[in-house]
């Protein structure tokens, strides 16, 4: 009921595990809201190349300044993550083991989605404007999903389980953002390059510090190991 994705180049991490240890939102307790944080914040520095680059660690930055917020706040805990940090966690296909329904609560609580729509429960999902998706959930547990537009509709992909359906609708809200995929001519691309290559320099330079040589030193010792794990499954959706 699977195989690999039909688009050789697609990014989306068919097949890799979820992690049980993480916290899905809601959350019950500040302290899940912040293991969640600190989780992405791993999670996206294992996700760049070695060593970190300078917009990597700006990520890191502002989930970290959520955590350090989250323990100082009084009251009442946010029970759902920021807008933030729900849509790195979406645009990074974030391994936490959501199942659709509390996918889809999280992207609607979070105001992630715009004027778009998803809606899921246990046997059915639905989202997308222009086309639309709907999934049924079958009795071994995969997901019949079809797509519709302009009044036809047509079986779109077969997937095994709960966490391809995560990725998929992971995948349909990720958007390209400028300057990738658009046009630039009118910014100053040539001066903003050149005034960020002084950037790009002094980083290289601060990636000599401590800091930066046991975080890459904890990847590859990571990645070394993966040999000693299960493979992730070979699985993807299955396009007709």
């Known amino acids: 009921m699977s195989s690999v994705p039909t688009d050789p180049t697609s990014d989306v991490p068919w097949g890799r595990p979820p992690v049980p240890d993480v916290p899905v939102p809601p959350f019950a307790t500040r302290d899940e809201h912040v293991r969640f944080l600190r989780c992405l914040g791993v999670h996206v520095a294992a996700s760049g190349v070695v060593p970190l680059q300078r917009p990597d660690v700006v990520l890191l930055t502002l989930l970290q300044e959520e955590a350090d917020a989250l323990r100082w706040q009084q009251g009442d805990h946010p029970v759902q993550p920021s807008a933030l940090a729900m849509r790195i966690a979406v645009r990074t296909f974030f391994p936490a083991p959501w199942t659709p329904r509390a996918l889809a609560e999280s992207l ?46 047509r ?63 904890t990847v590859a ?10 493979a992730p499954r070979d699985q993807g959706p299955r396009h007709t």
């Open 108 to 153: 609607r609580a979070t105001g992630v989605l715009g004027a778009q729509h998803v809606e899921a429960d246990e046997r059915r999902a639905r989202w997308g404007s222009d086309p639309t998706f709907a999934a049924e959930r079958r009795d071994d547990g995969s997901w019949h999903v079809t797509r519709s537009e302009r009044g036809s509709t």
């Open 155 to 217: 079986v779109y992909a077969e997937l095994a389980g709960d966490d391809d359906l995560v990725l998929m609708l992971q995948e349909h809200y990720v958007v390209f953002g400028f300057p990738l995929g658009h046009r630039t001519d009118d910014v100053p691309v040539d001066a903003l390059v050149t005034a960020a290559t002084w950037g790009v320099e002094s980083w290289t330079r601060h990636t000599a510090l401590p800091y930066v040589a046991t975080w890459s030193a």
């Open 221 to 230: 010792a990571a990645r070394a190991a993966v040999g000693d794990r299960p």
